[in-house]
């Protein structure tokens, strides 16, 4: 005569595969997946007031600032002393900085102009810049312009 004995492991597993033992099991397993899912409409706890990851824009300020500083640093370069070297600049104002790389003086048409190409470089990114500054007849210099190549 032979003897089977039947595994009471084998019994508490059939268990597990009933449809209801597989969606229990099934829950458990990804209660760890669903927990930072938005599921009963916790919106209201979310704190906005926090963001990430942007970028301010430049305001009207802050660009004719860094022309003030670009135009100081063109006219009171020593052309002399600069040649053909780059001339740097930089704006703690708007965090914004540069290098002038040309300076041409032209004493034409009565007046003392010093055109310049230079970058800017800004949390917009960097962007080349051509411009121009004239003596006026008071002495001051005033930026004629500023524009974006």
Known sequence: MV????????????????????????CLLLSGCTSSMDLFSSADKVDRSISTGTVPKVKSGDAQSDETTVRNAVTSADLAKVGGNPLPWANS?????????TIREDRGQGHVCRAFTTTRHSYEGVAMFSGQACMTDKGDWLLTAFDRQ
């Open 3 to 26: 003897v089977i004995a039947k595994s009471k492991c084998r019994k508490q597993w059939s268990n597990l595969t009933s449809p209801f033992g597989v969606a229990a099991v099934a």
């Open 93 to 101: 104002a708007t965090g914004s900085a540069g290098v002038v790389s």
